[in-house]
């Protein structure tokens, strides 16, 4: 679910992570280790939310990205998703473990979030090999920036970890090469895809909003109250920031916002 790195022929896209960049002397929870800021329980159940959302988000990937590659048309592209989809794996192995770490249970953490995820999959399913390449750098990246936002006012430890499990699985440069090459192919392409990442925008958008509001410690962490959260304005910047990123995708891909 993470594509982070600038391809090499995107046009002046600073790197996926644009959102909330983090502070430079960083306060209160932010501050702290995880040791110290666990003993606040209700920052405790966010933590254990948000990596309980991310740990059943890398194993969606996963299952994801191994059936997109059976869309692939070349060998080479089917192998690149294979090694993509395996770096998802890891990616959860070290969330499941961390949960499993401080006391609490993977599946239990990630149960919450099965349902709403499921659900935004399910409405975007791609119908060919490009959409499903446009899925996974537009839409995952959504989620990725939602994340590292989140991720700002994380203890130090759980930030860490968070940053980590976000890295870039290569999937950015790998679906701009392919996406940009179709493009140029089929100009006609072009309309098809841009109206199907606008849609993944909106799903994608809708479907953060939804998770957070679900869970009180997670809407806490945003809107105040907990490891120094947002409050509501800021709130309202964040998603602009993720639109405007998202904006700066679809130039990279050659797409109209």
């Known amino acids: 679910m993470t594509t982070s790195d600038k391809p090499d022929n995107a046009p002046d896209e600073p790197a996926e992570s644009a959102a909330a960049p983090e502070p430079d002397a960083p306060t209160g929870i932010a501050a702290q280790d995880w040791a110290s800021a666990s003993a606040d329980p209700q920052y405790r159940a966010a933590v254990v939310d948000l990596l309980g959302a991310l740990a059943y988000g890398e194993l969606a ?3 994801r990205l191994a059936e997109d590659a059976k869309l692939a048309p070349t060998l080479e592209d089917k192998a690149e998703l294979a090694k993509m989809a395996s770096a998802e794996f890891h990616h959860f192995e070290r ?16 149960e919450p979030f099965v349902a ?30 939602f994340y590292r936002e989140v991720a700002v006012r994380l203890d130090t430890d759980s930030r860490a970890l968070v940053l980590a499990v976000l890295d870039d699985t290569g999937h950015a440069g790998f679906a701009v090469d392919r996406v940009r090459a179709a493009i140029d192919a089929d100009p006609r392409v072009g309309g ?3 109206l199907w990442a606008r849609r993944l925008m909106g799903e994608a958008l809708s479907q953060s909003q939804r998770v957070v509001a679900d869970r009180d410690a997670l809407s806490t962490m945003l809107v105040g109250g907990v490891a120094d959260g947002f409050d509501l304005a800021e709130v309202g910047r964040m998603f602009s920031r993720i639109t405007e990123a998202h904006t700066k995708r679809m130039a990279a891909l050659g797409l109209a916002a």
């Not at 473990?97 to 990630?110: F, K, S, V």
């Open 116 to 145: 709403a995820l499921d659900g935004f999959h399910r409405q975007t399913a791609p119908s060919d090999w490009l959409e499903g390449l446009v899925k996974a750098y537009v839409g995952d990246s959504i989620a990725s920036d």
């Open 192 to 194: 098809r895809l841009a």
């Open 61 to 63: 990937a996963f299952e």
């Open 95 to 110: 969330l499941r473990d961390r949960l499993t770490e401080i006391g609490e249970g993977p599946t239990l953490a990630m």
